[in-house]
């Protein structure tokens, strides 16, 4: 075998390998799949007790990517309940009033005002305010 055959032969292994990590590291760059809507809301509602803050990460990525979808009602008190969980009581209350100013007869609105003490204000003919 000549000395450039040698070379080779010798090389080889090396081609594939960084052929190999470099396909591999373009999949990994890619990052992993978006969750569609279901699936992040189910993984917020899983994560809410053992990860609230992945859970409120979640939450976030849900606003900006679905905003006013069927579930941002949900989604946005599931945050509310992420910021009491990781001791985040101002912001929680912060976001509670923010809520309860949108939804204040929502389903979600009783339990946003039993976490966080805020409650809706009256705003019709005659109330206080």
């Known amino acids: 075998m000549t000395t450039s055959t040698a070379v080779r032969w010798l090389a080889l292994p090396l081609l594939v390998a960084t052929c190999a990590s470099t396909s591999g590291s373009a999949a990994t760059t890619a990052g992993p799949a978006k969750l569609d809507e279901p699936a992040l809301m189910e993984k917020l509602r899983g994560d809410l007790k053992t990860n609230p803050a992945s ?47 949108r939804y204040p007869d929502g389903p979600y609105s009783a339990h946003v005002a039993v976490m966080t003490g805020v409650h809706p204000t009256p705003t019709g003919p005659g109330q206080r305010r």
């Open 55 to 101: 859970a409120l990460a979640l939450a976030e990525e849900g606003e900006q990517r679905f905003a006013d979808s069927p579930s941002a009602e949900e989604r946005r008190a599931l945050a509310i309940q992420a910021l009491i969980n990781l001791d985040r009581i101002g912001a929680a209350r912060s976001r509670a009033f923010q809520f309860l100013a």
